[in-house]
């Protein structure tokens, strides 16, 4: 039973445009969700955070937004640029800090 | 100041033999979890050491065990190693008392390839 899904396998953008990145949960009780940027050869970065009390989190040029409704929440990376190339984890955690995480969208920013 | 770093960065092992992998946190880290990569898929939580104890688990069997000493430093075993068991094994340190996960850092991982 998976209970974070990005069913996005990957995604390329250009360079400059927004790349939203899409995960949809099934779990009512996770109280945060997180999103990770991994590269080759290293752990995941954690990138950005949203509770779930919140609709709305911004960081620069990153922003989450969270539809408790529909248990669906979105990372938008504007401008993209070319070091953004990486693989993307969505990420939900329920009680002291365990991690439950998708699958992952490869995003490809392309000049 | 250091981050987390793992040993060994790579192995290979055969099946049936046993592994044991090591983690030590980024300094004033309380808390150690550990993660299995399969290629392809997202990290899943194994299990968290935190007082050396285990206080959660993942639907990880038996064979997967591990330790927590009290500076902190964490080992995962594994024994009777499967093919299946390949894969990039992540640890993380974090705060305990940090439920939103924010202070959680992760190692660049363990790969493990079974034989």
């Known amino acids: 039973d998976q209970q974070v899904k990005q069913n996005s396998p990957s995604l390329s953008v250009q360079e400059g445009r927004i790349s939203i990145l899409n995960c949809d949960y099934t779990?009512?009780?996770?109280?945060?969700f997180l999103w990770y940027k991994k590269y080759p050869a290293e752990g995941p970065t954690f990138l950005i955070s949203i509770s779930s009390i919140k609709d709305k989190n911004e960081d620069g040029r990153f922003t989450v937004f969270l539809n408790k409704s529909a248990k669906h929440l979105s990372l938008h990376i504007v401008p993209s640029q070319p070091g953004d190339s990486a693989v993307y984890f969505c990420?939900?955690?329920?009680?002291?800090?365990?991690?439950?995480f998708g699958t992952g969208t490869r995003l490809q920013v392309t000049l | 100041d250091a981050g987390v770093t793992q040993s060994p960065t790579h192995l290979i092992k055969t099946r049936g033999q046993q592994v044991t992998l090591r983690c030590s946190p980024k300094?004033?880290?309380?808390?150690v979890s550990w993660y299995q990569q399969a290629l392809g898929q997202g990290p899943q939580f194994i299990f968290q050491?935190?007082?050396?104890?285990?206080?959660q688990r993942g639907n990880f069997p038996d064979r997967f065990s591990g330790h927590q000493f009290p500076n902190y430093s964490s080992e995962l075993n594994v024994n009777a190693l499967l093919l299946g068991d390949s894969a990039l094994y992540l640890c993380?340190?974090?705060?305990?008392?940090?439920?939103?996960?924010?202070?959680?850092?992760f190692g660049e991982g363990s790969w493990l390839t079974v034989v």
């Open positions: 990420a939900a955690a329920g009680t002291a800090s365990k991690l439950t």
């Open positions: 300094s004033g880290h309380d808390t």
């Open positions: 779990n009512s009780m996770f109280d945060y």
């Open positions: 993380a340190s974090s705060l305990f008392w940090d439920r939103a996960g924010n202070t959680i850092y």
């Open positions: 050491y935190y007082e050396e104890e285990e206080r």
